[in-house]
């Protein structure tokens, strides 16, 4: 460990005693040699299962509501994530004047997010991939967000700091900060930077601490089955009721729990979800390539290109709608539908169901047409139903299996016929192609020659590549 890092973490100690932030003795923070500097945790003794290990006061947590900048974002009428980006970036610009200025010395000014790469080397090394669009999409948004919100509040003087403190660039740091470090607290607080929680690493299914704030547990646990450690980037923008209060248990304590035993030396991990690594990359930086939640996505679109360059445009829409009047849909993000395929091959049914239909035969086609209404299912019991229905609507073979089945993969296999298998080739092919015309063996010798160090978004992109290769060949 350097000598720079070294006094940043005897002054980050410093600030937590002085904070009321308690850390077990049984932790230590370090900084890793080949992670550029970056500090985590390890357990100096055997933690188990239950143990109290951190508490960290409310008070102490960086929020809208805490920051010294809380006056102009609630004049503003800014909420969620950009009112945090507002209180990171103003108790920045204090430096050595803010309660904050350990712990964010002891933060990079940036995380390695791709919203933050050289925009021609994400455009290079995302293209073909899931966050190819979304990354573009991100920045165009962060871009009016701070047009249109962040020169104002600095133009209007109230916070009166250097406007180059708040540049476009500074407001990107930040936002990169808080995809990869906040974490929702509370009503009143929304989210926020929550020291000491934000220093433990991520491990997919290896998960030994969890963060939870114990008036708000049973709340952030209904919803959505999202994970409390993390905050949503899909909170509000400005403020509904600013005039909220806290509650009188605010003074409550945030905690870390162990959830699973760690050995003495071990590095200690949270989680931040079940992800696959596209998801991992565009919110922390980072890929894990034995990600067990990796999904490669296909769109609507690419397989409605597919089907009518195997029939015609009014065969795909007339299939596709048939599709849908059935009361079938994809996944759906911000400006298309998508199909996931798991990270060992396996379709979602959604497609499998689309593909049936586009392969069935005129007679078959009609005749599932003309009982369409009566085939719409509500819930998993009904689609399961509903595609057992539909395969006997359209097959000429009795299968008297249909009726015992009740298991999802085994339901799979009867749409599983020679076109759609066929469909699935094709349809994995396109795909791959959108990586350019690397091979799978090229990009895997360009991984192994790499250092995950000093080429961090050449690592990270190969490896989100590589993984969704291998898929595609699972697959077909």
């Not at 980037?233 to 035993?261: A, F, W």
């Not at 994995?428 to 990009?443: C, V």
Request: charged residues 25%; contains cysteine.
């Amino acid at each position: 460990m350097d000598a720079s890092t070294t006094r940043r973490l005897r002054a980050f100690k410093r600030w937590m005693r002085d904070h009321g932030v308690v850390c077990s003795d049984a932790l230590r923070l370090d900084a890793s040699e080949a992670g550029g500097g970056g500090v985590y945790v390890r357990a100096l003794a055997a933690l188990r299962e239950g143990g109290l290990v951190a508490t960290i006061p409310r008070a102490a947590c960086l929020t809208p509501r805490t920051s010294g900048a809380a006056g102009a974002i609630e004049a503003a009428e800014l909420g969620g994530p950009l009112a945090l980006a507002v209180a990171v970036m103003y108790e920045r610009a204090r430096g050595a004047e803010s309660p904050w200025d350990a712990y964010l010395r002891l933060i990079p000014d940036r995380e390695p997010v791709p919203l933050v790469w050289p925009a021609d080397e994400a455009e290079h090394l995302l293209a073909g991939t899931e966050l190819d669009k979304i990354v573009k999409q991100d920045r165009q948004f962060i871009c009016e967000d701070w047009k249109e919100c962040i020169e104002p509040l600095i133009l209007s003087g109230q916070l009166e700091v250097d406007p180059d403190d708040f540049s476009l660039e500074n407001y990107f740091s930040a936002k990169s900060l808080l995809s990869s470090r906040s974490f929702r607290i509370d009503n009143y607080h929304g989210s926020g930077m929550v020291p000491l929680a934000d220093l433990f690493n991520h491990k997919t299914g290896g998960e030994h601490v969890h963060f939870t704030s114990v008036l708000e547990a049973s709340d952030s646990d209904s919803e959505d089955g999202e994970d409390p450690n993390n905050a949503s980037d899909d909170e509000r923008s400005t403020i509904e009721n600013s005039t909220e209060t806290p509650s009188g248990d605010d003074d409550e304590d945030l905690e870390m729990i162990v959830v699973r035993d760690v050995n003495a030396g071990e590095e200690v991990f949270n989680t931040y979800g079940t992800m696959g690594n596209a998801a991992l990359l565009h919110r922390y930086g980072f890929t894990e390539i034995d990600n067990p939640y990796d999904i490669v996505n296909i769109d609507l679109a690419l397989v409605t290109k597919w089907c009518s360059s195997q029939y015609s445009r009014r065969y795909a829409r007339a299939r596709v709608s048939l599709w849908h009047n059935l009361g079938y849909s994809g996944c759906t993000s911000e400006d298309a539908d998508y199909f996931e395929i798991s990270y060992d091959g396996e379709p979602q049914i959604e497609l499998l169901i689309l593909l049936y239909i586009i392969s069935l035969k005129s007679d078959a086609y009609d005749k599932l047409a003309s009982v369409a209404h009566d085939l719409i299912g509500a819930d998993e019991v009904d689609s399961i139903s509903g595609v057992l229905k539909v395969v006997r609507v359209t097959s000429s073979n009795r299968h008297p299996e249909t009726n015992v089945l009740e298991k999802l993969p085994d339901v799979k296999k009867l749409l599983l016929n020679e076109s759609v298998c066929s469909a699935l080739a094709s349809l994995a092919d396109m795909r791959e192609s959108l990586y350019g015309s690397n091979t799978l063996e090229d990009d895997r010798q360009k991984l192994r020659a790499c250092s995950s160090v000093n080429e961090r978004n050449l690592y990270h992109s190969l490896v989100l590549r590589i993984l969704k290769m291998v898929n595609h060949q699972l697959n077909t």
